[in-house]
Every structure is written in C-alpha cells, then in structure tokens.
C-alpha cells in the first residue's frame, strides 16, 4: 500500500522491434525512463521485465501507480506477417467476393500478372464466406429479413470449421445497422466464445470494400488482441498496478476491455503516441508554426515521418500495411523500409543498395554480435565512430564485427575504403529519408523550408540533420527524451471515444438543422468532460472529403463554407466557391480529464537537464554528441545549442543545399 504522502504515478509503455520504453512520471514533476532490451517471440514478457524494473530502481511502490498507458505494435503486426487463423464472413446474398474483387487497383501498369489486392486466401478464405438473406437499399430501408435460422446454420458451419471470428459485413449497414446488430445478437447466444465484428461499429461509412476490409481485419486480429490484453492485464493485477488503457490510432486512449471490441484502432499506436510526445514536448513560443516531426529507430527496420500542425498531429483517413490499404483514421505518418537494422547491398551493377529487406533486432546487426553478418545502417554508422561502445537499453556494440561485415558485403565489391563505403550507406539513408520527407509535405501543400524538423525516436538525432540539410530545412530540434518520446506522449492522451454518422447533406441551414439533430444520437458510453465536433465536407462529386472543425453553437454554413474553400485551396492548390458543398459524414469526440489531476502527463523540463551534462552548451560539428538515452550527430556547417527547456537546436549555417 502507498504511503498517504507518497507521489502518485502514472507509467507510459511503448513497444519497439528491439526495446520496450518505459516513461514514469510523478505527481511532484519527476520524469523517470528506461529503454528495456526485447526478447524474440515475446509479448508480454518484456514489457512486464521493463515495469519492474522501473517501480525497483526508483522505489515506486506498485499501489502508487494510478495510471498505465500502453502502445502496442501487435495489430500492425498482424496485418504484415498474417500469422493468425482465417476468419470467417456473413454478408448480404450477393457480397460474397467484395474482399476478393476490391477495387482493382493497378499497382504496375505493365505487369502480365494482376495480383489480387488482398491476400484474401490467408485472411478471409472463399470456403469461410457465407451468404445470408436480409438486405437494406441505398436509402437505410428494409428490402429482405434476417432469417435466423439461415444466419444460426452458416455460423455453426463456420464454427465446424474451425473459425474463432466472425466479420458481418451487410449491404448499406451503415445507413441501418439493424440487421447487423441483430446477427450479431443471435451469434453471441449461440457460440458465447466467438469473436464478432460488425461493419456498422467498425466503419459507419459507405463504400462497400473499404468497409467490409476494415471490419473483416478487425475480427481477423480480435482473437489475438483480446487474448495478449487479457494475459497483459492479469498480469498487472497481480502486481498490484492498474489495468492497462491503450493507444488508439485516432490519437485518444481507452480502456483494454473497449479496445477489445474494436482492435483494429491499434494499428497506427505506437505512430500517433510518437506524434503526441512530440507536440507536447515543443515549447510554447508564441508561434503557430507547422512541424515535421521524423521519427527514426535505430534498432528497428523503418523511419517514420509524421506532420503536426501548430503542435497538433494531422491525420489521414487511411493507412498503408503492406500490401493493405485500409481506411482507417490515423495520425498522418508514412513508415519507410529504412532503419538501424536495414540490410546494404551491392546489386549486380556495381550499385548500392539499403533494404527494404531488414536483419530487424534478431539476428540484428553485425555489430550486435547476436549472429547477424550482414552489413547494415547500424554496422556503418558504428564503423564512422557516430554511435558508443553501448546503446541505451545495455547492448554493446561490436565495432569489429561491424568493420568486417561492411568489408565483406559492401566495401570489397564497390573496391573502395571502409570508412567511404560506411558514409555511401548513410549518406544514402539521409537521401531516402528527405526525400519522402519532401513529398510528404508537398502533399499536404507545406513547404520544408518554413518547417522545423524534430528528431524523435532512438536513431532520429543520428540523421536528423543530414535529412534536414537534403529537404531545405535549416533547422533541427532534437528533444531531451527523444528515444523515448512516444511513450511520454501515451502519458499526455485523453480517454476519448469517437462516434461517427455518415450523411449526404448539403451544407446550408436546412442542412446545418439535420446535423443538430443527429448530434443526440451520437452519444458514448461513458461520461465525458468535453466533446470536439467536425464535419467531413466535399465538393458535390468529389470523392475524397476535407476535415473541418464544427462549434454546433456559433458556425454557420456561409463561416464553414468559406473555412472549407480557404483549407481545400491550401491542400489541393485550388478553390471552387461557386461550387455546391456537400456534408458526408458527422464526428463527435468525447474526452475525459485525465483519471488523477495531480500526475503531470507530461512535463517537458527539468528532469532531463542531465542528458546534456557532458555536452557543452554550444559548439558546431563535426561532432557526435553521446547522451543517456540518444547520440546526436552535428554534421560540418552545422552547430549546436542547448535551450533552455532542455532541447537541443541544431542550425545549418549555410543556406541548405536543396529544397
């Protein structure tokens, strides 16, 4: 039992390819980290060790933990590697091969062969998709009936089958869920044990494949969710800690019995807790300035880059996994195939190349002595003298191992040095990285060069300077608790819900009249303190729509339109105010205070003044400055400051090469 006077906690922790980190922050303002080494094929293990370790080294009692925040890869895993059972679907008569046929997408315009745009056979099986009758037209109005004992016979089919989860995916559900919800209540009266998802829940918009897609991933990771949440949560209990709240895609946190019925929000967790750690982290000057954050991790197999504007993160209406592009609101970030544990090769043609294929944190690099031979970024930035004798997280590195493996794999092939074939890897990770960088702002109508880059994640310092100086930008912010910033950032999200309502109104005050009063349907489970109203808008025609905030009590259609018109010029270049606008869909999101006033979620000063005690308070590069948690890397031209809210600004000091 906590002592009446003792500090309360609340504990962030985020999941990597090779570390777990884990953020405690107190009641009194202490900022407390630890980066904990994984284990292969391990989930709940490492993450358990990691906590421990915490609540031992710095004495925090198990009872004064009042809040715990999770972000978890498990999902974006799933949807990757493909490793869980088939599941099954019931569907309107007639829908039975949306998920196969999709959209039909051409990915390479001159191939013979088309491949299927979903890998329907590993995830949704033709022998596991079941026609049922009952249908509703494009107006929400019933044309057929469940018939119960149809649905019962096709479920116990499935069962026999072998099927954990059900997808329900009926024609027009998100007009009238009805029909889903009701075969949703015959299956849990009859296989109380059987995972189901509805399109309804799931993605309350039109547009049959996406819908169907989503909702069958969702049931496809539900069965490995719910049992890795379960394990998870008992596990805490037992200690004597709080049950776990997770990082949702869409930027708020909920309790791991509510993530349980819609797994799918996990996706892009781990991204959206990165992009939150950072916006907080930035300090307040006054400015309503756009950043590009960039998150780097050294020990994994990808960059990711995100956007936030104002210190907001932006975020999209659908994510790329794989070969799945699955709508899904999520924060705005792009995963690169680049990181610490990319493979470099020499191609046939004498050219080089870094990845996409990944030695990833087993066997890892070379330099890591776990039995990895190949060269990789990691192994090149370890032969350049730019990482330490040991990462945070307690691996040492093995410069030999990395100086023979770059011998061997790169340098002997191209006949060059060591040293040179060692800055050809980096210099072409920084090329890869600022480019996609670049087109990633250009997409959504920003220029680098008024941008601020911040490097985030465990490797985002080493380039982060040399990606700058590629993509125009002349300044780079690197945060004191950059390793471990999308833990931090799980600490500063809200318990929220979301509820959304497809419509098709036009915008004006008959239709501003219809949306107040679909407002009270659109209410959460739980109470809430606050609510943020927005509404998706699009020109008539249009397909794909824009985000704009909503106050019901002030906005009038003439404010929305013209804030529309002025965000649809900066997005896509171009205005159309004589043009019809329509509403196509209504979102509410519910917050609620944090549980425990008293814990600061995030306090971005102080506790890590020493992460820079060795380093001098200015100076200019070459240099590699070595942290406690990060290695930050000054190239020539470039120099450095520490601020006095602890960050640490490079500042090119030439105008940069390239914009």
Same mark, same amino acid.
């Given at each position: 039992?906590?002592?009446?006077?003792?500090?309360?906690?609340?504990?962030?922790?985020?999941?990597?390819?090779?570390?777990?980190?884990?953020? !405690?922050?107190?009641?009194?303002?202490?900022?407390?980290?630890?980066?904990?080494?994984? @284990?292969?094929?391990?989930?709940?293990?490492?993450?358990?060790?990691?906590?421990?370790?915490?609540?031992?080294?710095?004495?925090?009692?198990?009872?004064?933990?009042?809040?715990?925040?999770?972000?978890?890869?498990?999902?974006?895993?799933?949807?990757?590697?493909?490793?869980?059972?088939?599941?099954?679907?019931?569907? *309107?008569?007639?829908?039975?091969?949306?998920?196969?046929?999709?959209?039909?997408?051409?990915?390479?315009?001159?191939?013979?062969?088309?491949?299927?745009? *979903?890998?329907?056979?590993?995830?949704?099986?033709?022998?596991?998709?079941?026609?049922?009758?009952?249908?509703?037209?494009?107006?929400?109005?019933?044309?057929?009936?469940?018939?119960?004992?149809?649905?019962?016979?096709? %479920?116990?089919?499935?069962?026999?089958?072998?099927?954990?989860?059900? !997808?329900?995916?009926?024609?027009?559900?998100?007009?009238?869920?009805?029909?889903?919800?009701?075969?949703?209540?015959?299956?849990?009266?009859?296989?109380?044990? =059987?995972?189901?998802?509805?399109?309804?829940?799931?993605?309350?918009?039109?547009?049959?494949?996406?819908?169907?897609?989503?909702?069958?991933?969702?049931?496809?990771?539900?069965?490995?969710? %719910?049992?890795?949440? $379960?394990?998870?949560?008992?596990?805490?209990?037992?200690?004597?800690?709080?049950?776990?709240?997770?990082?949702?895609? @869409?930027?708020?946190?909920?309790?791991?019995?509510?993530?349980?019925?819609?797994?799918?929000?996990?996706?892009?967790?781990?991204?959206?807790?990165?992009?939150?750690?950072?916006?907080?982290?930035?300090?307040?000057?006054?400015?309503?300035?756009?950043?590009?954050?960039?998150?780097?991790?050294?020990?994994?197999?990808? *960059?990711?880059?995100?956007? #936030?504007?104002?210190?907001?993160?932006?975020?999209?209406?659908?994510?790329?996994?794989?070969?799945?592009?699955?709508?899904?609101?999520?924060?705005?970030?792009?995963?690169?195939?680049?990181?610490?544990?990319?493979?470099?090769?020499?191609?046939?043609?004498?050219?080089?190349?870094?990845?996409?294929?990944?030695?990833?944190?087993?066997?890892?690099?070379?330099?890591?002595?776990?039995? +990895?031979?190949?060269?990789?970024?990691?192994?090149?930035?370890?032969?350049?003298?730019?990482?330490?004798?040991?990462? !945070?997280?307690?691996?040492?590195?093995?410069?030999?191992?990395?100086?023979?493996?770059?011998?061997?794999?790169?340098?002997?092939?191209?006949?060059?040095?060591?040293?040179?074939?060692?800055?050809?890897?980096?210099?072409?990770?920084?090329?890869?990285?600022?480019?996609?960088?670049?087109?990633?702002?250009?997409?959504?109508?920003?220029?680098?060069?008024?941008?601020?880059?911040?490097?985030?994640?465990?490797? +985002?310092?080493?380039?982060?300077?040399?990606? %700058?100086?590629?993509?125009?930008?002349?300044?780079?912010?690197?945060?004191?608790?950059?390793?471990?910033?999308?833990?931090?950032?799980?600490?500063?999200?809200?318990?929220?819900?979301?509820?959304?309502?497809?419509?098709?109104?036009?915008?004006?005050?008959?239709?501003?009249?219809?949306?107040?009063?679909?407002?009270?349907? =659109?209410?959460?489970? $739980?109470?809430?303190?606050?609510?943020?109203?927005?509404?998706? =808008?699009?020109?008539?025609?249009? @397909?794909?729509?824009?985000?704009?905030?909503?106050?019901?009590?002030?906005?009038?259609?003439?404010?929305?339109?013209? =804030?529309?018109?002025?965000?649809?010029?900066?997005?896509?270049?171009?205005?159309?105010?004589?043009?019809?606008?329509?509403?196509?869909? #209504?979102?509410?999101?519910? @917050?609620?205070?944090?549980?425990?006033?008293?814990?600061?979620?995030?306090?971005?000063?102080?506790?890590?003044?020493?992460?820079?005690?060795?380093?001098?308070?200015?100076?200019?590069?070459? $240099?590699?400055?070595?942290?406690?948690?990060?290695?930050?890397?000054?190239?020539?031209?470039?120099?450095?400051?520490?601020?006095?809210?602890?960050? #640490?600004?490079?500042?090119?000091?030439?105008?940069?090469?390239?914009?």
């Amino acid at each position: 039992m906590a002592h009446p006077g003792a500090p309360r906690w609340a504990i962030g922790i985020d999941t990597g390819g090779t570390f777990v980190d884990v953020v !405690a922050c107190a009641s009194d303002g202490r900022l407390l980290s630890l980066k904990h080494p994984r @284990e292969a094929g391990q989930l709940a293990a490492p993450m358990l060790a990691g906590i421990g370790r915490m609540l031992a080294e710095h004495g925090i009692a198990p009872a004064s933990v009042v809040r715990l925040v999770h972000g978890s890869t498990i999902v974006t895993n799933l949807l990757l590697e493909h490793d869980a059972p088939p599941i099954g679907l019931l569907t *309107t008569r007639g829908m039975r091969d949306v998920l196969a046929l999709a959209r039909q997408h051409r990915r390479d315009l001159y191939a013979q062969h088309v491949p299927p745009p *979903t890998p329907e056979a590993a995830l949704f099986p033709a022998r596991l998709r079941r026609e049922i009758a009952g249908r509703i037209d494009a107006e929400g109005h019933e044309v057929e009936p469940i018939n119960d004992g149809e649905v019962l016979e096709a %479920a116990a089919a499935l069962v026999a089958a072998g099927v954990q989860s059900i !997808a329900v995916c009926m024609l027009f559900s998100h007009l009238a869920p009805h029909h889903e919800r009701h075969v949703r209540d015959l299956l849990a009266r009859a296989h109380p044990g =059987l995972h189901v998802s509805i399109s309804s829940e799931v993605d309350a918009k039109p547009r049959e494949f996406e819908r169907f897609l989503g909702t069958a991933l969702d049931a496809y990771a539900k069965p490995t969710v %719910a049992g890795y949440l $379960r394990e998870l949560s008992d596990a805490l209990v037992a200690r004597g800690l709080p049950e776990p709240f997770l990082m949702r895609s @869409e930027g708020g946190i909920s309790p791991w019995r509510d993530v349980v019925r819609r797994p799918i929000s996990l996706a892009m967790s781990g991204p959206c807790a990165a992009l939150l750690g950072v916006g907080a982290s930035l300090a307040h000057d006054g400015q309503d300035r756009t950043v590009i954050a960039i998150a780097i991790d050294v020990g994994g197999t990808s *960059t990711d880059i995100g956007l #936030l504007e104002a210190g907001q993160p932006m975020f999209a209406e659908s994510m790329q996994c794989g070969a799945l592009s699955v709508r899904l609101r999520c924060a705005d970030v792009e995963s690169l195939s680049v990181g610490g544990g990319s493979i470099a090769q020499v191609s046939s043609g004498g050219g080089l190349r870094l990845g996409p294929r990944s030695q990833g944190a087993w066997p890892g690099p070379a330099a890591y002595a776990l039995g +990895g031979t190949r060269a990789t970024l990691t192994d090149a930035l370890v032969v350049l003298g730019r990482l330490p004798e040991q990462l !945070a997280g307690g691996v040492r590195l093995d410069s030999a191992a990395a100086l023979g493996a770059l011998a061997r794999e790169v340098a002997m092939p191209m006949d060059m040095p060591v040293p040179q074939a060692a800055a050809a890897i980096v210099e072409a990770a920084a090329s890869t990285m600022a480019e996609a960088l670049k087109m990633r702002a250009f997409e959504r109508g920003l220029d680098p060069a008024a941008c601020l880059l911040v490097a985030a994640g465990g490797g +985002g310092a080493q380039h982060a300077a040399e990606v %700058a100086e590629l993509a125009g930008i002349a300044q780079v912010r690197v945060l004191p608790h950059a390793s471990v910033v999308a833990a931090l950032g799980l600490l500063g999200a809200l318990p929220s819900q979301a509820r959304e309502q497809a419509c098709a109104l036009p915008l004006d005050a008959a239709g501003l009249a219809q949306l107040q009063a679909m407002r009270s349907a =659109l209410t959460p489970d $739980r109470p809430y303190d606050t609510v943020r109203w927005s509404l998706e =808008l699009c020109h008539t025609g249009q @397909e794909s729509a824009i985000e704009i905030a909503w106050n019901p009590s002030a906005d009038d259609a003439a404010g929305l339109r013209d =804030l529309f018109d002025r965000r649809h010029r900066r997005l896509r270049g171009i205005a159309m105010p004589g043009r019809p606008v329509q509403v196509r869909l #209504l979102r509410a999101v519910f @917050e609620q205070a944090l549980p425990d006033p008293g814990v600061k979620a995030v306090a971005s000063r102080g506790p890590y003044r020493s992460a820079w005690q060795d380093i001098p308070a200015e100076g200019v590069g070459p $240099r590699a400055l070595f942290a406690a948690l990060t290695t930050v890397w000054v190239p020539p031209g470039w120099r450095w400051t520490v601020r006095d809210d602890d960050a #640490l600004d490079l500042h090119c000091m030439t105008e940069p090469a390239h914009g």
